[in-house]
């Protein structure tokens, strides 16, 4: 086995792109603050949380208002922040897949590739961590790394903030969502700001526990939900919570000898190598493929990979071990997974582009 080598992130950020990091982030400035206090159009956004979710953590100098959530959505479809003009948010994030990538790799500038399979974004504000391997702390830092990225938008960032303060639309907009000209300070805020208000909880599941609907499941899901919960599959002892994520890091034996570290590549550990963050199960219909390297097309791949006990790498986890379902249960555990799809929030975000 190798040892992991280098302790980056896939994204490598540059000394610059550094101190425009403490800049944004407020360390070297005084911007602990909302700045924006005295700003005119403060109007607070109304964020629905479904039954069953918590509130989420919104920092203190973010604080969700239209104008800040609007300007982010306009900043995530907006293609000039790639070199060529070619690649926005949206072009790897596609609303009508919950906001992930069917491709298993996502296509950057140049038709370069993206080293994992791109992530869904929805229900991100209770995530403590980004990346498959969890190597940046907040949403806000998390915008940097595409722009950046060679293999994804390649510009940089003082390239990035040149670009919007051009741009007359959003002198007006970034006044009234930050009381400020357009910079990278609004610019990683709007855009955390929009993806915060991705949230997804209205499933046929959502509706049976904490809408308390009992008619919506028939009798195969409920089967597959036993399954699911049930302590030869275990699923549920990773994939827990309103979330389906205990935001853990694990390897699931998907290989004998992992390409990429994951974790490993953040804490330079043995035992985090093969280490993924654990996915949200929600929405699994609209964000095939599946897992970090988008390396399983179908659920029923999943399923047979989990009854196999996985490849027995020595960090693999050890929950995952054999078992088998009968072909009935195969089904009812996977009609279970699909009731946590939320065709209500891909139409609703697919439709208002
Ligand atoms: C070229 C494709 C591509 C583009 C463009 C892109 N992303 Fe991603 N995104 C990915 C991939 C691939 C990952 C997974 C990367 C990893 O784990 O190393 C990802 C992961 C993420 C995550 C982490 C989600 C989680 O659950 O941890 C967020 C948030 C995100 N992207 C937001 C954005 C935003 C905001 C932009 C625009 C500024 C953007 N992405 C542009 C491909 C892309
Ligand atoms: C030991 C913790 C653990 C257990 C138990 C577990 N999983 Fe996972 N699951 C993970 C991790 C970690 C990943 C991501 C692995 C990777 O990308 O390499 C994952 C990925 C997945 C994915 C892909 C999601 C996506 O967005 O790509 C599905 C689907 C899934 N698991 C379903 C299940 C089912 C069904 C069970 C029970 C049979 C199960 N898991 C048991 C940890 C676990």
Redesign the pocket.
Known sequence: MNRPKRKIPFFSISSSGILIILLISGIATSCSKDQSLNAPELTPFALEIPKGFPAPDIPADNALTENRVKLGKMLFFDKALSLDSSISCGSCHFAEHAF?DPRRFSLGVNDSLSLR?A??IFNLAYNRSFF?DGGVPTLELQVLAPIENHLEMNLSLQEAEARIKQNPQYRELFRKAYNREPDLYGLVRAIASYERTLISGNSKYDKYVYQNDKSVLNPSELRGMQ??FGEK???????TGFNF??Q????????AE?A?Q?RARITGRNLDI????????RN?SY??????????NT?EE??Q???SGGKNHPN?????RP?TLTPEEQED??AF?KTLDDSEFVQKHSTIK
Do not use: R
């Open positions: 992930t399979n992530m869904p498959w399954v699911f599959a275990e699923c549920f002892h990773c994939h994520s205990d853990t890091f694990q390897n699931n034996g998907l290989y992992y990429d994951g093969g280490k993924f963050k654990v996915p949200s199960l699994l964000t095939a493929p599946y897992m970090h390297d988008g390396s399983l659920l999943v399923v990979h989990y009854m693999q986890n050890p929950t995952i078992f555990l996977i997974l």
